[in-house]
């Protein structure tokens, strides 16, 4: 390998927007079988919207803005924005707590309140029609999260995110050229699901702790290297354990540390272009 061509090919991609860490990344590249998506803020725009809120408007948006105060979760961003929309006051939480994957917690007036997914739910039951709202919500491929306090479910919130307008081309690009594509997300089967179709994503690997994400690598390599694209957001292990890291330009700090290559432009069109001239650029320099 000639460094000078390394250069030439790093060169040219970093004109491009799309930045390539080191010649490892570019012969990684070039055994790539299978780019793993995160979903929020990758595939999708990542400002996802409070479209439903089913129950007493004001006291769910109350309690739920109050504990999403503390999260920077893209979930808590549209419960505190419409919450703003509706001049809610905010109260007081004690003992906040963060709970991977699932939602957040802490005590207001004295008394435990939650908002969060199913899992966080524990013992706590939906009445039936609440079940039969959360799941009418779900088909709509919305995101419901369940408000609560002393132990009692008071309503539901669902939460949309739309795909990017690059997403369908960006994904289409990858398949013609023979790559398999997947969705990895902490998100429920039915959300991703729908989102991938919407998309023309191959696989989808749902319900999948932060934690977990990288692990979930291990069956894919069987078929090959596989390549993440993220924004760091909650997956910065899996941008560093992948064989390939595609970090977001738009991403976190760590995303752009972890990754491999970085598109700069943060067009998702960009992992196509970036897989394309690595390869160029290896096959030149190998
Ligand atoms: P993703 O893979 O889409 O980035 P996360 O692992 O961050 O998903 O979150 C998975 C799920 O956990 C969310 O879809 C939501 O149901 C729940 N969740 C996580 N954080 C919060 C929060 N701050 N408020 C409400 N729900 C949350
Ligand atoms: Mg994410």
Redesign the pocket.
């Known amino acids: 390998a000639t460094p000078t061509a390394l250069m030439v090919g790093t060169g040219r991609s970093a004109k491009m927007g799309i930045l390539i860490k080191n010649g490892q990344v570019l012969e990684a590249v070039n055994d790539v079988k299978t780019v793993v998506f995160?979903?929020?803020?990758t595939i999708t725009v990542g400002q996802p919207r409070v479209t439903n809120i089913i129950g007493d408007r004001e006291k769910i948006l109350q309690i739920a803005a109050s504990?999403?105060q503390a999260?920077e979760?893209?979930?808590?961003v549209a419960?505190l924005n419409e919450a703003k929309q509706t001049q809610i006051d905010m109260m007081n939480v004690d003992r906040f707590e963060?709970?991977?994957?699932?939602?957040?917690r802490g005590e207001i007036n004295g008394q435990m309140a939650f908002?969060?997914?199913d899992?966080?739910l524990e013992n706590i039951r939906l009445t039936s029609e609440l079940s039969r709202q959360f799941e009418k919500l779900q088909q709509q491929a919305k995101?419901?999260?369940v408000v609560g306090q002393a132990d009692q479910v008071i309503g539901l919130i669902a939460i949309q995110d739309t795909p990017k307008k690059t997403s369908q081309a960006a994904v289409a690009a990858l398949k013609n050229r023979g790559l398999k594509t997947v969705m990895?997300?902490?998100?429920?089967e039915q959300?991703a699901q729908s989102i991938a179709n919407e998309v023309g994503i191959d696989q989808v690997i749902a319900n999948?702790?932060?934690k977990d994400?990288a692990n979930r690598f291990k069956a894919l390599q069987a078929g090959g290297k596989v390549a993440f694209v993220g924004d760091g957001?909650?997956?910065a292990p899996a941008l560093s354990t992948a064989d390939v890291g595609i970090a977001m330009g738009s991403g976190t700090d760590i995303a752009i540390e972890s990754g491999g290559i970085v598109l700069v432009k943060n067009d998702l069109r960009d992992v196509d272009r970036a897989l394309a001239l690595s390869q160029k650029t290896f096959n030149r320099i190998k």
């Open positions: 995160d979903k929020t803020g504990l999403e999260s979760h893209p979930l808590a419960i963060a709970v991977e994957g699932k939602g957040v908002v969060g997914n899992k966080l995101t419901v999260v990895l997300t902490g998100d429920n959300v999948v702790l932060p994400k957001i909650n997956d």
